[in-house]
């Protein structure tokens, strides 16, 4: 179904799974045509081999050569809308942190975003018209224990994608960043490292306790979205064009606020969890890696 004028061709990279599935469909609902890039075939074969407006291309963007197969795969193909939004997580504290999950966050959320960027721009700015999405996390705005690889990695796609805009200036190519909180996909269960899921799912009851015996307050834990949910709200701002960069999750944007007006208060606030999930890791951690 048809359900706006213009038709436009979108390349969204990290289309196997959660948002950028979800995106996916949400796009080719529309008829628009859609270059869906994972690592995955059979999952973007599973996903999609019945959507004509669907054309896979199985590649990894976290290397500039895997990023260059990604543009070879398009031979040619106009791209009016880049959404790079595959990513991962990591699951370490900063000393367990090894040299090459570090590298290996920065590759796939940051890198390959600017590989694809870079070779597509030029294209944009000679028609003068297009859209550049960067999925970055609320992790690009707030610290969070035990990842410090992957929140390091979405402050740069957050600097990056506020660079580019300031480089747009002037030109009808748009940049954006969306800062999305917890989604329900598959990210949390394949972090590298462990499940980051499992720590939260350790820490969060452990952090009540902890409140309660060190009166401590409890910062409110946001809703989980469904895919779904942030896919309509990227196609938003597909449909707006120039927008601020965008906090899915109700409250997110206070809380980014906050961490640049008073970052030890938005600590203070989270001080119960992050000392459970400092008690769940060392306990888990050490029990798995052999550290007790
Ligand atoms: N879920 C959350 O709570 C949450 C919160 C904030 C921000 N985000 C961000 O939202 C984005 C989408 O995540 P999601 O929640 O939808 O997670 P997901 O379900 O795990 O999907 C991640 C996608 O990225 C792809 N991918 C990973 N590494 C890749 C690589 N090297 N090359 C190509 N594709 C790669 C995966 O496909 P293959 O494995 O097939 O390659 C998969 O399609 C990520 O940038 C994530 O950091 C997620």
């Not at 869906?36 to 500039?64: C, G, M, P």
């Not at 402050?155 to 917890?182: D, K, N, Q, S, W």
Request: aromatic residues 6%; charged residues 20%; negative net charge.
């Amino acid at each position: 179904m048809n359900t706006t004028p213009s038709h436009r061709t979108v390349l969204i990279t990290g289309a196997s799974s959660g948002i950028g599935a979800a995106l996916t469909r949400a796009c080719t609902h529309r008829g628009w045509t859609v270059y869906a890039v994972a690592r995955r075939a059979d999952r973007l074969h599973e996903l999609f081999s019945q959507d004509s407006h669907v054309h896979a291309i199985t590649a990894d963007i976290s290397t500039e050569s895997g990023c260059q197969q990604v543009v070879d795969a398009l031979n040619g193909a106009t791209v009016d809308i880049l959404v790079n939004n595959a990513g991962r997580g990591n699951y370490a504290s900063v000393e367990d942190t090894s040299t090459e999950q570090w590298h290996s966050m920065f590759a796939v959320n940051v890198d390959g975003p600017f590989f694809l960027t870079r070779a597509l721009l030029p294209h944009m700015k000679q028609r003068n018209s297009g859209h550049i999405i960067n999925i970055s996390s609320v992790a690009g705005r707030q610290g969070f224990p035990l990842n410090a690889a992957y929140v390091a990695a979405k402050h740069a796609v957050v600097g990056f994608t506020a660079a580019l805009r300031a480089e747009l200036i002037g030109t009808g190519v748009h940049a954006t960043v969306i800062c999305p909180a917890g989604v329900l996909t598959e990210w949390g269960g394949v972090t590298e490292g462990g499940s980051i899921n499992d720590l939260y799912g350790a820490a969060i009851p452990r952090s009540r306790t902890i409140a309660n015996e060190r009166g401590l307050t409890l910062a409110p834990l946001s809703r989980m979205m469904t895919a779904e949910e942030v896919a309509e709200i990227i196609l938003r701002v597909i449909d707006a064009g120039r927008v601020n960069d965008v906090f899915t999750h109700e409250g997110t944007l206070d809380l980014a606020a906050a961490c640049v007006a008073d970052r030890i208060a938005v600590e203070d606030s989270h001080a119960a969890l992050w000392l459970a999930m400092a008690e769940v890791y060392a306990e888990v951690y050490g029990e798995e890696h052999g550290k007790k």
